[in-house]
T-cell receptor, first 117, second 110 residues
Framework: NAGVTQTPKFQVLKTGQSMTLQCAQD?????MSWYRQDPGMGLRLIHYSVGAGITDQGEVPNGYNVSRSTTEDFPLRLLSAAPSQTSVYFCASSSIRGQSSYNSPLHFGNGTRLTVT | EDKVVQSPLSLVVHEGDTVTLNCSYE??????LLWYKQEKKAPTFLFMLTSSGIEKKSGRLSSILDKKELSSILNITATQTGDSAIYLCAVSSGTYKYIFGTGTRLKVLA
């Protein structure tokens, strides 16, 4: 039961570097999303996707890009890392087939702890 | 602006105590309210409450949704050290939108 798999678990970047956080799910979920979690601020939505080829912005999209070429994968790209992007990043997915996504619980990956120096 | 507020921010109790965690919300298009438990890694799903299911129970955990007061409580009875975690409340609002509270950090002492 893999569920939602995120890699890497930890990453340290220098300001200005770019990288991609990987997310894969094996539950055939249509909906996938990226959150960042910061102390005192809860989980904030960065980007989400409701299917292959469809993405949209969340609450805090600046500095991040996403794409969805397959149902399984939803990578998050940091174009030019900044210290403000130091955070824990979670990928989450849910099923929307046959019902609205807001009636389905989100399934989370184990997170990626990113530090930008 | 949609928002979810949880209280208290943190709580320290002894094993065997009963705790009540609170979640209040202001959202434009309420669909459901979800509770999650977060230990070291991923938040894990506990309950989902909707207009057609306002009360859920699983073992020592139970939750109630009060749509009139726009709030929910999560009760944990006979707490154990394994209940120590951050408890997150989220509200599903409109299409594909989940708003999370900042969480309540619970510590249960042996």
């Amino acid at each position: 039961n893999a569920g939602v798999t995120q890699t890497p678990k930890f990453q340290v970047l220098k300001t200005g570097q770019s990288m991609t956080l990987q997310c894969a799910q094996d539950m055939n979920h249509e909906y996938m999303s990226w959150y960042r979690q910061d102390p005192g601020m809860g989980l904030r939505l960065i980007h989400y996707s409701v299917g292959a080829g469809i993405t949209d912005q969340g609450e805090v999209p600046n500095g991040y890009n996403v794409s969805r070429s397959t149902t399984e994968d939803f990578p998050l790209r940091l174009l030019s890392a900044a210290p403000s992007q130091t955070s824990v990043y979670f990928c989450a997915s849910s099923s929307i087939r046959g019902q609205s996504s807001y009636n389905s619980p989100l399934h989370f990956g184990n997170g990626t702890r990113l530090t930008v120096t | 602006e949609d928002k979810v507020v949880q209280s208290p921010l943190s709580l320290v109790v002894h094993e065997g105590d009963t705790v009540t965690l609170n979640c209040s919300y202001e959202v434009t298009n309420f669909r459901s309210l979800l509770w999650y438990k977060q230990e070291k890694k991923a938040p894990t799903f506990l309950f989902m409450l909707t207009s057609s299911g306002i009360e859920k129970k699983s073992g020592r955990l139970s939750s109630i949704l009060d749509k009139k007061e726009l709030s929910s409580i999560l009760n944990i009875t006979a707490t154990q050290t394994g209940d120590s975690a951050i408890y997150l409340c989220a509200v599903s609002s409109g299409t594909y939108k989940y708003i999370f509270g900042t969480g309540t950090r619970l510590k249960v002492l042996a």
